[in-house]
């Protein structure tokens, strides 16, 4: 099979596993943004997200994408390693126009998996699954009240703080892989030419932060709203 | 032929096979008359193409196309690095696409008289008529030439014409054309057709005589640069394509390589040195900077369709500019030699290359060079750059302009280039008979290697002609007249006893060579060999420093066969045994080049005799003396070689005293 | 002003291919700046052989940046620290007095090491056997003129062509990915008309033969372009993965 066994066909995976990725997180991003405006509407959404059977499916296929994504990107690192050969340089030159994250993309995949695994514990663990595990995780009469669980989580004095830098830390990653990732996704399609070289570089960083921006806004919405500047 | 190679002193157009009939039908009689080899044969044939240059790739891949097994050779770790891959400006073609006037009889003529009527008529023509071909055949195969904006090709003009029919690809005209016929090679390599074989070095050529006791080539020994092991190769035939003998010089346009080892091989076996003396001094190079210095930089001839060349009137100017004190651009335009313009208003800075290169020489000798060695002079941009503008002269010669700042750390847009005519080219080779075949049966050469289609001076864009024309058009037909008697010959053991000698007499040489340990490294003679070279049989060649330079060529020999130090083993990777292998042959091929430009009293072409000159200092023919091909014919180690003439009568064209003036 | 420097020259040295390889560092004196870095090796060469040492195994040959031969990985960068050019064009201008240089050879599991800083690239001339090619035979072609060829793209398919296939882009790839040199063969022949022809089955037989070699997975770090000594763009690159795409969809 051409999508396992040929270089490019891999890169195609990686390529449309990512972009489905970013349709994900554009989505969830805009979802949060309503946190900020009402409570009461962000609440409505988490409650037609919840445990219902295109939620659920909708669910498993991220659980999927994210698996294929992050096995593909497992293989082609060990085969690129491989290829690398057991010798390396002893010096290593700053290349022009090279970016870090280009060259570093699957320690980044690590430090959003990291995340992920944290913010699925702070929130789809008490909301999604505790209602589908009928309030074993947590109690079932708050899983659909997504504000409460933001509230909960970043406005709680210090640790909120710390909760807030965190998710910060994690954002800049998941836009420095996105900042490569997105622009790279389409190269690799072959939607790019010498024209469009610089410009698709730039169209990355927009789909990068445009991506990103929405969940930053919420945590320092809720960031200031814990120091009290409002 | 009922004669005996022995009792050869005149060839005669019979022997060279030149085809009867008028010159534009000669080749297409030939092609008409030939004997063919039918597709089943082909399969049962080996050939043996040593080099993947031009000529040799194509001929590799051509030769395969057809059906024949090919076994092709090079030293590079690649075919695709032969030397053909540096050549810049590009290729000549009879198309006249330009509507200027172009036709095959012009190319034709152009090109005798650019070699100052020194080259074979039919050949030549032949040259000419095969031209068009190259140009379809390479776009074909995807080379991308130059076009203009309705997307038709491009030409430009080069040295030597008054029309423009020259095609290039940006300054990389040699390696698009090189990467074309590496591509088909490859196709060929890929089907299993050729078998390839790289870094290895031809040692030796093999010859068995057949049942009539006649020496045909069968073989070669060839030692594989990676592990030092040497090896027996058998083939049907064998076409040697292994560029020129410039190296000689040490400093030249040549790669590092590029050797005339083949040339010798062959020439030890009986095939006849033709014209050594030709060697073509490139007027347009990087002039010289160091002792350390390992090889010159070409800077393509197309600079001069817009560069003028220049060095001051006045010798004041041109001392304080060998101090350093001032810079070209100092110098105002009324204090401006433009010597080519001047002596040559016809062709102006678009002379030939013998003819700018002396030019260039003789203002450097009376004082006006312009370095601190005072060996160059001015390549000048700043009217072209007013005329056209900073952006067209840029989009020209811009990876021209880098090159020579990444060189010389000095912009070429601000202060004029500074150039210096360096070896580049020779003319000069084995002699070959109409069918490319050498004196030796089964024995071919093509490209660079052979003497035949420059005459006395190859001009600009005819190389990469000439290689591709050979491998491509010529040699695939030619070949097939000899080797439609070879049918029935089958496949021989390469541990019959002519291999197993030649293979013994390369391990003795080599081990004789080990075996000297003395204290100077190759190259350190090859920088002497060259600038004895140089010095004497350079630019400007005298009765007396040619018989002073051969005494000194042969004092180096001696040098280098007791004194050489080769460190490492024979039977390993030894890149410096493989230099000193080629070395031992750049000494004979310098002898060689000193005593046939010793024995040719006349400037003609590349080879110029002081005494022989006109009182303005132009080259002077003697056309009743040596309207010839010197021919060189080996007689054995400690010999001196006997000359073979080929008398060059022309039927078709007049001889003319070469005029570029009006 | 090219002046004369001091240098010690930290060289990478392996007997053979199975050899364990090690660093020596050589002294040079009294090196012209305006010489070549080959010429410089070539000082250093004169230098061992003088001392009966063995010289340091190399590859190069023409010396003008044109045949693709020379392979220095020299202070980090392959064809060394100056843009667009081979390491047989970087003088020593770019050294200071002092400096100590580190030359290694190109490190890919695909071009082993034969000696020294000579590496095996037939790789790449096994991959332009697979397809790196137009189909014709010699003789029977149409008049060059047939067809033509808007400028843009000739243009366009002469800056793919100039690839020197010199290996840098391989060795400077963290991934000893081949892409750039395939998509420059690929792109110039498939930007032709003489080449669209068979521009679908090109792709698809270079890159199986790429990813049979050994050669890593692209991620687009840009670094074969960056080192490209003949400034090959990585907009090439798109285009073998569109024509690779198409021909795997059409299939």
Redesign the interface.
């Known amino acids: 099979m ?1 999508l396992k ?8 995976i990686m390529s449309l596993t990512g972009m489905a990725l970013i349709f994900f997180l554009l989505f969830h991003g805009a979802m949060n943004l309503v946190v900020v405006f009402s409570e009461d509407a962000y609440n409505a959404i988490c409650q037609f997200l919840g445990a219902n059977w295109y939620a659920l499916v909708g669910t498993i296929g991220l659980a999927f994408l994210i698996f294929v994504h992050f096995s593909y990107a497992l293989y ?1 690192t060990f ?2 390693r ?18 870090w994250e ?2 570093n ?1 699957l320690v980044l995949g690590f430090c959003v998996l990291g995340f992920l695994l944290l913010h699925l514990y702070n929130f789809w663990f008490k909301m999604q699954l505790a209602e589908i595990t009928n309030g074993a995780t947590a109690p079932e009469e708050l899983a659909t009240n997504g504000a409460y669980y933001v509230k909960a989580l970043f406005t709680s004095g210090g640790c909120g703080i710390a909760y807030c830098c965190l998710y910060l830390v994690w954002l800049s990653a998941l836009w420095l892989h996105l900042r ?1 990732g997105a ?2 996704a389409l ?8 024209k ?2 610089k410009r698709i570089k730039v169209l990355g960083v927009i789909i990068a932060t445009l991506t990103v921006l929405p969940f930053a806004i919420v945590v320092l919405y809720y960031l200031g709203m814990n120091i009290g500047i409002y | 032929m009922a004669t005996k190679n022995e009792d050869i002193k005149v060839i005669t157009p019979e022997m060279a096979k030149i085809p009867a009939g008028p010159l534009e039908l000669k080749w297409t009689n030939y092609k008409n008359h030939q004997k063919l080899v039918n597709p089943a044969n082909k399969r049962r044939l080996d050939v043996i193409v040593i080099g993947t240059g031009l000529a040799g790739a194509s001929a590799a891949a051509s030769l395969a196309e057809m059906g024949f097994n090919v076994l092709n050779f090079c030293i590079q770790d690649s075919p695709r690095r032969a030397h053909s891959i540096a050549a810049q400006g590009g290729i000549n073609a009879a198309k006249n696409y330009q509507n200027d006037g172009d036709s095959v009889y012009r190319l034709y003529y152009d090109t005798i008289k650019g070699g100052d009527y020194r080259a074979r008529e039919a050949n030549v023509y032949r040259l000419a008529e095969v031209s068009n071909n190259i140009i379809d055949q390479c776009v074909a195969q995807g080379v991308p030439f130059a076009r203009e904006y309705g997307g038709l090709l491009d030409n430009r003009s080069f040295g030597g014409a008054q029309v423009s029919r020259t095609f290039y690809a940006k300054g990389q005209t040699g390696q698009q054309l090189l990467l074309g016929a590496y591509s088909a090679l490859s196709r060929q390599i890929g089907k299993g057709k050729v078998k390839m074989y790289t870094r290895y070095e031809m040692l030796d050529i093999v010859l068995i005589a057949d049942e009539n006791g006649e020496k045909r080539a069968r073989g070669i020994i060839a030692r594989n640069l990676v592990t030092g092991k040497i090896e027996r190769f058998f083939a049907h035939a064998v076409v040697v394509g292994s560029g020129g003998y410039g190296n000689t010089f040490f400093l030249s346009t040549n790669a590092m390589a590029s050797n005339g080892s083949a040339a010798m091989q062959m020439y030890r076996h009986g095939a006849y040195f033709a014209n050594p003396c030709y060697a073509q001094i490139h007027p347009t190079c990087i002039p010289k900077h160091g002792d350390f210095q390992s090889k010159l930089t070409l800077m393509s001839e197309s600079l001069r369709n817009d560069g003028r060349i220049w060095v001051p009137k006045k010798l004041e100017d041109a001392k304080r500019l060998q101090a350093g004190e001032i810079k070209g651009r100092d110098i105002p335009e009324e204090d401006r030699d433009y010597y080519l313009e001047r002596r040559y208003p016809a062709f102006g800075n678009l002379v030939p290359r013998d003819v700018a290169s002396r030019a260039a020489k003789e203002r450097c000798d009376k004082g006006y060079g312009v370095n601190n060695t005072g060996l160059a002079v001015f390549l000048d941009f700043s009217d072209a750059i007013q005329r056209l503008g900073k952006d067209v002269v840029a989009q020209k010669y811009g990876n021209l302009f880098q090159m020579y700042e990444k060189i010389v750390d000095e912009n070429p847009y601000e202060n004029p280039m500074m150039i210096f005519p360096a070896i580049h080219y020779t003319m000069g080779g084995i002699w070959v008979d109409y069918e490319l075949q050498t004196s030796v049966k089964g024995l071919f050469c093509i490209g660079e290697a052979n003497f035949s289609d420059h005459g006395a001076n190859r001009l600009g864009a005819s190389a990469l002609m000439q290689g591709l024309a050979d491998g491509y058009f010529v040699l695939p037909y030619t070949i097939q007249n000899y080797l439609s008697d070879q049918i029935g010959v089958p496949r021989m053991s390469t541990d019959l006893p002519e291999f197993a000698e030649a293979e013994k007499a390369v391990k003795a040489k080599i081990d004789k060579l080990m075996a000297i340990q003395g204290k100077r490294s190759v190259d350190s003679i090859h920088k002497e060999l060259g600038l004895i070279m140089w010095d004497f049989v350079g630019m400007g060649r005298t009765a007396e420093g040619l018989k002073e330079g051969i005494k000194k060529i042969d004092a180096i020999k001696k040098e280098f066969w007791t004194n050489v130090y080769i460190p490492g083993e024979a039977n390993a990777l030894n890149n410096e045994l493989e230099k000193a292998l080629r070395l031992a042959d750049f000494i004979e091929i310098g002898r060689l080049m000193a005593i046939d430009a010793l024995h040719r009293e006349e400037s003609c072409g590349g080879h110029f005799r002081e005494e022989y000159q006109t009182p303005e200092g132009e080259a002077l023919r003697q056309d009743d003396k040596f309207a010839y091909v010197g021919c060189w014919k080996y007689t054995g180690e400690d010999s001196e070689p006997e000359l073979i003439k080929e008398p060059l009568d022309y039927e078709f064209t007049e001889r003319k005293t070469r005029n570029y003036k009006n | 002003m090219d002046q004369y420097i001091d240098i010690k020259v930290r060289v990478w040295r392996q007997a053979g291919p199975k050899a364990q ?1 090690h ?1 020596e560092t050589y002294e040079l004196k009294h090196v012209f700046q305006g010489a070549s870095f080959l010429e410089m090796i070539d000082i250093l060469n004169e230098q061992l052989v003088e001392q009966h040492k063995d010289p340091v195994t190399y590859d190069h040959d023409c010396r003008e940046g044109i045949c693709g031969m020379c392979s220095m ?1 020299v ?3 392959p064809h060394g ?1 100056d ?1 667009a050019i081979t390491t047989c064009q970087l003088h020593m201008r770019k050294f200071h007095d002092g400096e100590t240089i ?1 030359v ?1 050879p190109w ?4 071009f082993p ?1 034969i000696k020294d800083l000579m590496v095996d690239r037939g790789a790449y001339d096994k991959i332009m056997q697979a397809g790196g090619f137009i189909s014709v035979n010699t003789g029977g072609v149409p008049d060059a003129n047939a067809i033509p060829i808007p400028k843009p793209v000739a243009d ?1 398919a002469m800056d793919a062509a100039s690839c020197i296939g010199c290996g840098a882009c391989a060795a ?1 790839c ?4 081949a ?1 750039l040199f395939v998509a420059a063969k690929v792109s110039q022949l498939a930007l032709l008309p003489q080449g669209k022809v068979e521009a679908k089955a090109r792709a698809k037989a270079m ?2 033969k ?2 049979e070699l ?10 074969c ?3 490209c000594p003949k400034s090959v ?3 090439n ?10 021909a ?1 969809f059409k299939d």
């Open positions: 051409w066994d040929s270089s490019i066909g891999r890169k195609f082609l085969q690129n491989a290829a690398r050969g057991n010798d390396r340089y002893a010096v290593r030159g700053k290349k022009e126009g090279v970016d280009s060259e993309m490569h622009w790279s190269h690799t399609l072959g939607w790019n030419n010498l469009w070289m | 390889g660093f990985y202070n980090g960068h620290p843009s580190t290694e490190r890919s599991r695909a090491v366009e400077a963290k991934n000893g990915s892409m890159v199986a790429m990813d050994g050669f890593g997975n692209c991620t687009n770090t840009g670094a372009a960056a080192e763009s990585l907009a690159i798109a285009r073998l993965n569109r024509e690779f795409l198409c795997k």
